[in-house]
Nanobody
């Protein structure tokens, strides 16, 4: 399973960015729970949001609820993270992750597959 994240960049506080992650490797995408994590300099990697294979179960970190939206396109094998009302504290490297489990758990050690990360920088 290969994951390719894209869409990072620089933004001003209050702006929006959209991250995308494409999954390849001959897998049945809808069987995989997908999630986004992020890691800021000097901090541990943290859960941002996750979505189950069917899209029925969705969860977010408290810090992004109401601002970020995760979605998936099972026909095209992609998962997206729409980030609105960005704050400087959202600055981090964002990673997409996948696992064959059925729920978007918040623990990163439950995800078997990871993308390479994309940088998001938000200035005030």
């Amino acid at each position: 399973v290969q994951l390719q994240a894209s869409g990072g960049g620089s933004a001003q506080a209050g702006d929006s960015l959209r991250l995308s992650c494409a999954v390849s490797g001959g897998v049945t995408f809808r069987w995989y729970t997908m999630a986004w994590f992020r890691q800021a300099p000097g901090k541990e990697r943290e859960f941002v949001g996750g979505i189950s294979g069917s899209g029925f179960n969705i969860d977010y970190a408290d810090s992004v609820k109401g601002r970020f939206t995760i979605s998936r396109d099972n026909a095209n094998g992609t998962v997206s993270l729409q980030m609105n009302s960005l704050k400087p504290e959202d600055t981090a490297v964002y990673y997409c992750a996948a696992d064959s489990g059925s729920y978007p758990w918040k623990q990163d050690n439950l995800y078997a597959y990871w993308g390479q990360g994309t940088q998001v920088t938000v200035s005030s």
